[in-house]
């Protein structure tokens, strides 16, 4: 990572990040550095972001945009604590789960079997569909209508009878049309 002319001041922690050695950060950018320290600490400490801003609003007198872009930037840095803590819990909980399974199997309890293996299925991810992104939507059979004159559909049904047919001859307008762009979802 190189230091550009105009860099973020997050651009610039985050190659102090890098190497701290060849990117010395000033006295401001270091107290900036601190703060998105200190966020990612209170965020462990289970605070919510609203509970953060009136913190920093009241203890260090800072503006309600400047502490949100503050958590913004900590969460860029370290990553979202609460999507963390969200699938740390889901995973704790899958483990209890395959304990009560276990406990069920060992006791020869087949109900509370069948409720522990239905859990695992659904909140394991089991219970998803293979790919999230299928549109089954795409697949259905849409029955399209074309109007064409009967000038034109009469030459089209002759061409298709195995004839040759002389199209230039045909009475043609334009008309208006809406071009369609694909969605950013079809090219991936």
Excluded at 66 to 86: H, N
Excluded at 154 to 172: A, F, H, I, T
């Amino acid at each position: 990572m190189l230091i550009k002319r105009g860099d973020s001041t997050f651009d610039k922690i985050k190659a102090h990040y890098i190497n701290p050695e060849l990117f010395p950060l000033s006295e401001t950018n270091t107290d900036i550095l601190n703060r998105l320290n200190e966020v990612f600490a209170l965020r462990l400490n289970h605070f919510s972001s609203q509970q953060i801003v009136n913190k920093w609003v009241k203890d260090k007198g800072l503006s309600q945009a400047q502490a949100y872009l503050d958590i913004r930037q900590s969460e860029k840095l370290f990553g979202s604590v609460m999507k963390s803590d969200t699938e740390g819990s889901r995973a704790i909980w899958l483990e209890h789960t395959r304990d009560f399974l276990k406990v069920c199997v060992q006791k020869g309890d087949r109900n509370n079997q069948a409720k522990a293996l239905l859990l695992l299925a659904k909140y394991g991810g089991f219970a998803n569909e293979d790919n999230p992104e299928f549109n089954p939507e795409k697949f259905e059979n849409m029955e399209i209508h074309v109007n064409v004159p009967k000038e034109v559909q009469n030459r089209l049904m002759e061409m298709l009878s195995g004839g040759s047919v002389d199209l230039n001859d045909l009475n043609v307008t334009d008309i208006d049309f809406e071009e369609l762009k694909p969605e950013e979802d079809d090219d991936q």
